[in-house]
């Protein structure tokens, strides 16, 4: 069942029901294609008829429009029926946000309508041997020649490939090393399957696509008018992240409908595996693991409609492409890692039943595997979320600095003015100011500014003080390795000597007894 939110619209908990008894109705067939494995086609086909791939599409192209909620609600429900929920996946990047956000009025009403209907498929196509995590180095090229492209190249593991009609393509535009370095050298194009000199080249076999293609496309002087180009000449690179980001959101959505599919299940078995002359469902141990499979699935769910609701209200929210694409990255590692651990605690949980196919959880492995992988790999996407973490304004500012308890003789943290506000920078005042940090924070150095919001004075000051301290042999520090501009600075010992006499960087707990414990070691 998919739970809905408080802030759902009425619409989107209906739809949400809606999808529950589609997929309840349509799990057998999907299973049969599975097996026999078979491109779900009639299943796709009932999706069509609901409209449910119009989910995010305005009304006005033929629509649902219930946003990226309700793509999220299509994704968790198709999540359950395995191969459907990803050909809704590569239906949606196939240009649905991109379109939405980029398209013109004539490509949002032949596009954004053919995405609604749901009968022409699309897929996205960034990938190829030599652009991987390095989605910019695209070889694929589109040269202008008058009024029409001509597009050349390759493109690698492809959802849809084959079974798509409508491909969004990225394409190099320009070799001008300045825009390859501002990634303005990208341009995204839609080409129709059919059209002269684009032609399916290998199928991959793939872990978790057992019954839908992934694949190579081949692009051999394909001409393409100008209206298949989206956005402006070199902006692809701009409509690529924002189509990532909504890809990494349903990446997200989909892995829910596995992880509670895989959670009910396991709870249906312990309830009837006997073992010990007891149901297992009374072991400790179980009970925890479901704990933890529950735990990671409301928040998982959580994070995921909750990024939802974010791209929903962007413009009132006035949230910028970055801060959503950070939580869209922020639901995809935690949905999918959460889901892969859970596929193995599932797993271990149901013993040898759990490794055989006929359960559903060996799937859920192998789908929350690729997943790791697809749309961004974990690791790019912990780059682009430590990356966020860095700019966002604010964020990760440490307001607070240790002072030395005047009683206690330990360092506690404060937002009060330091002692130091106001007096003169000098060379001792600042040898000083550095030996007290060390007594706070021995293993670590100070930043210029860390002195400066310390003693108020002047940066330009500080630095020079700073530089006749170390020509002084009195501190050490890290300067940048080509502009030699100062970065870190650290009283070395003979600067700690100088500041203040060995007393004064002194403190024993109170149970240590200076006879009894140091036996005349503070004794000089
Ligand atoms: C199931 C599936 C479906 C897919 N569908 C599509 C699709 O429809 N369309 C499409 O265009 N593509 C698709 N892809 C491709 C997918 O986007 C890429 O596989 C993915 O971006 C990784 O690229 P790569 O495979 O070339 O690995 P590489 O980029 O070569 O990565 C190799 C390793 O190096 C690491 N790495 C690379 N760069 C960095 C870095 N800067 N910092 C730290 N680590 C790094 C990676 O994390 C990885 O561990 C799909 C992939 C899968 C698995």
Same mark, same amino acid.
């Given at each position: ?79 359950? =029926? ?17 379109? =939405? ?18 009968? !022409? ?41 084959? &079974? ?8 190099? @535009? ?16 839609? &080409? ?16 978790? #696509?057992? +019954?839908?293609? +992934? ?8 001409? =393409? ?36 599919? &895989?959670?009910? =299940? ?10 010990? +002359? ?6 400790? +141990? ?35 492409? #970055? ?71 604010? #964020? ?5 600095? #240790? ?58 000051? !500080? ?13 050490? @520090? ?47």
């Amino acid at each position: 069942m998919i739970e809905t939110f408080w802030w759902f619209t009425p619409e989107q908990k209906a739809f949400a029901k809606d999808l529950d008894e589609f997929v309840d109705n349509h799990l057998e067939e999907v299973e049969e294609c599975y097996w026999a494995k078979r491109f779900p086609w009639k299943t796709m086909e009932a999706v069509a008829e609901k409209g449910y791939m119009g989910a995010g599409v305005p009304k006005e192209y033929g629509g649902l429009d219930y946003g990226a909620t309700g793509c999220c609600i299509v994704g968790e429900g198709l999540g359950r =029926l395995y191969a459907v929920g990803h050909v809704f996946l590569f239906n949606m990047i196939g240009g649905l946000n991109q379109l =939405l956000r980029f398209g013109t009025n004539e490509q949002k009403e032949k596009y954004l309508r053919q995405i609604a209907e749901g009968k !022409v498929l699309g897929a996205v196509c960034i990938t190829e041997p030599f652009a991987g995590s390095d989605a910019a180095n695209v070889f694929t090229t589109a040269v202008q020649e008058g009024d029409h492209w001509i597009l050349n190249g390759k493109k690698r593991m492809i959802s849809g490939a084959g &079974v798509a009609g409508r491909y969004f393509v990225y394409a190099k @535009t320009s070799d001008d090393p300045t825009l390859k370095a501002q990634y303005r050298h990208i341009t995204g194009f839609i &080409v129709d399957r059919g059209v002269k000199g684009f032609t399916l080249e290998k199928i991959n076999s793939l872990i978790g #696509f057992d +019954n839908i293609p +992934n694949g190579y496309l081949d692009f051999d002087n394909v001409e =393409l008018s100008d209206e298949q180009r989206v956005g402006e000449i070199g902006s692809g690179w701009q409509i690529m992240m924002a189509g990532l980001n909504f890809e990494r959101l349903l990446t997200s959505a989909l892995s829910l409908g596995g992880i509670s599919w &895989v959670m009910q =299940l396991v709870s249906h078995y312990m309830e009837r595996r006997v073992q010990f +002359n007891s149901q297992v469902q009374r072991f400790t +141990n179980l009970q925890f693991d479901l704990a933890d499979i529950v735990k990671k699935y409301y928040i998982s769910r959580l994070v995921t409609y909750h990024t939802a609701y974010l791209l929903d209200h962007t413009k009132e929210l006035k949230l910028t492409e #970055f801060e959503t694409g950070t939580w869209a990255s922020v639901a995809k590692i935690y949905d999918i890692e959460s889901g892969r651990e859970i596929g193995s605690t599932a797993m271990q949980m149901t013993g040898g039943d759990g490794l055989c196919k006929f359960y559903p959880i060996e799937r859920l492995l192998r789908e929350a595997k690729i997943a790791e992988i697809g749309a961004g790999t974990t690791e790019i996407q912990k780059t682009l979320i430590y990356r966020m973490s860095q700019q966002k304004h604010g #964020f990760l500012d440490f307001k607070y600095h #240790f002072k030395i308890h005047p009683e206690l003789g330990v360092p506690i943290l404060t937002m009060a003015p330091s002692e130091w506000t106001g007096k003169e920078v000098n060379k001792e005042n600042i040898l000083k100011i550095m030996a007290e940090d060390f007594k706070c924070n021995p293993g670590l150095y100070m930043t210029p500014d860390d002195i400066k919001d310390l003693i108020k004075g002047r940066a330009k000051a !500080v630095e020079a003080v700073l530089d006749e301290l170390e020509k002084d042999g009195l501190i050490v @520090t890290l300067r940048h390795p080509k502009t030699k501009k100062l970065i870190l600075a650290k009283a070395n010992y003979e600067g700690l000597r100088q500041a203040y006499p060995k007393e004064f960087y002194r403190w024993y707990p109170d149970w240590i007894k200076e006879d009894e414990f140091i036996m005349g070691m503070t004794k000089d």
